[in-house]
């Protein structure tokens, strides 16, 4: 079968691997339906974090079952099914409190490589969820963007606590920021600022429910923020960069006592512990628990009540993974889709 | 009338000064029935922060309303009041969303110098509460600690979400953190894991409602604390110290999901991006809200039913101020209690 490989920044390349197969009992292998290129993969494609030795890339996917292993109970060959990047056994203390992104038997599911033509998903009871039917082709790409990009808008929404009444300002306008306005949204937020300088992205936005749009970065966009919420700042905010600056001017537009939910991955970031303190703000975030959300998505995706899947600006067949690399990496793309 | 007046590190005295008056038509002047040295009066005492010019010290305070301003409606003279460090107006949003520390008129009572006879409070309306009645000498001491510590460590255990079935670990063994056990006991908590190293500060909290101690600290308490926990962390930390160790031990001690409740006040703390990131804990703390748990405070007090003035083991006249923060600066004693 046919997967992307990263050999160096820059250079990943489609070849010819084994198909994998059931490695344990808890395991499933899916056909890969379709997978996509995420925010986080640029980081080492951009040579901001190590490539270390050549190494299969992708963990967003969703496809058919093709085999399960001897303990798999729930999840059958024939099913279409969609699961979180992190595969969780979801029955352990952490798993049931809401968080199988950490839990106790935790496997990242990327490690084999979903942009490829065959998936092995661990602990696949636990992990997947299936469809009640085969889905029509055009809800596939929304059923991709609940394996991560929705999962974590939508945990950065929730950590956020946006609801009626608030508030909500996005940090960030890549595939998850826009799907935490979207989040916001469905879940009733009153106002929804999307802070963003490019034109397609500020639409999209707007689209998934935003009512506001800042185009000032770091302080300036903190004292837009400011300004348009009666100088306090807003109730929730959801950071979806992880960089030094987006984390500050995410903690900086929060009024005191307001929630930040942060899902963009830190990178080189140092959090000053006086300002953090006298902000008086909450701070929750981490690898998104996509799993606790999965079941709900699925069923709002196949009511045909949120289209999330409008984050892929391009659709390409796996051979030509490097464009959609390339093109994310340029922001030409705000996310990119393959098709094995 | 006299008052305490902190000249450089070490160097603590009472001097004879201008009896404060009400300066503005929201004050109220108060005679201070009783005072104390807090935690982070010790930062300027030990050089840790700069004194600058000579000041007056003490944030902490109860006592009889002397005088209150033309606008003041619902203090009284004669009244026996407790507030808070921080006098709010108790009716922005921020103060109504819980956050009165955080007040968009906030001014700070301390500046006055509470460690003194009379004190001038700003906002009288907003920041004092009044007591039924006169309160009997013996419940003076309890009445003191609701200015300061006992509501910080009030909201230290309700930020970490101290609550039934939880399992709570408290780092900081100072009347803050002692008074954190006191909380999470009242808050329902199932286990309350006090860290500390010193016999007295154990017997206080096994008093309050500790069910273990730990002695170990920075990795070796975080590893015990896990082990006490089934491997995961407690639900609930209470950072009650604000140290780089502190911070990075009450957060590596929480599981992941859980919440961090941080009333120390960060001195020279940098928070790694990443770790917080992939702890996935929740971090909310700041300035305490006094003010909101006040009345309620006030009550349990009142009524008996906490005796939080035990954290205080060394009562002296105002003119032994000096000895009352040399014993709390060499651990001597937990907090020392000033009579004017």
Tied chains: 1, 2.
């Excluded at 696949?124 to 808008?153: K, M, N, R, W």
């Excluded at 990178?267 to 512990?273: K, M």
Aim: proline share 6%.
């Amino acid at each position: 079968m046919r997967k992307v490989v990263i050999y160096a920044p820059g250079d990943v390349r489609v070849e010819e691997s084994e198909r994998p197969t059931v490695a344990k009992p808890t395991d499933a292998v899916i056909r890969v339906s379709a997978a996509c290129v995420c925010g986080s993969d640029l980081w080492q494609y951009r040579g901001a974090e190590p490539v270390g030795d050549p190494h299969p890339m992708g963990h967003e996917y969703v496809g058919v079952v093709e085999e399960v292993g001897a303990d798999v109970r729930t999840i059958r060959p024939g099913q279409f099914v969609v699961g979180s990047f992190f595969a969780s056994d979801n029955t352990c203390e952490i798993c049931r409190a809401g968080y199988p992104s950490r839990c106790v038997n935790l496997e990242y599911v990327g490690a084999g490589g979903a942009q490829a033509e065959y998936l092995r998903v661990p602990l696949a009871d636990g992990t997947l969820v299936a469809t009640p039917e085969l889905p029509d082709d055009d809800l596939i790409p929304s059923l991709l963007t609940a394996s991560d990009v929705l999962g974590t808008g939508w945990f950065g929404a929730v950590a956020a606590q946006a609801g009626p009444g608030r508030t909500v300002a996005v940090v960030g306008d890549g595939a998850v920021g826009l799907l935490g306005v979207l989040a916001a949204r469905h879940l009733g937020a009153e106002r929804i600022i999307a802070m963003s300088r490019h034109v397609p992205r500020q639409k999209l936005a707007l689209e998934f429910g935003a009512t506001d749009i800042v185009t000032e970065r770091g302080d300036d966009g903190v004292a837009r923020i400011r300004e348009l919420t009666g100088g306090l700042g807003a109730h929730s905010v959801i950071e979806a960069v992880g960089t030094q600056e987006s984390m500050m001017q995410a903690i900086r537009a929060t009024r005191s006592g307001g929630h930040v939910g942060v899902v963009g991955v830190a990178h080189d970031v140092a959090l000053p512990g006086d300002e953090v303190f006298y902000s008086a703000v909450h701070l929750h975030g981490g690898p998104a628990p996509v799993r606790r959300f999965l079941p709900d998505l699925v069923d709002l995706i196949v009511r045909r009540e949120i289209e999330p899947g409008k984050v892929f600006d391009l659709d390409l067949p796996l051979d030509r993974a490097a464009d959609g690399y390339r093109a994310m990496d340029e922001r030409r793309a705000i996310k990119a889709l393959l098709r094995p």
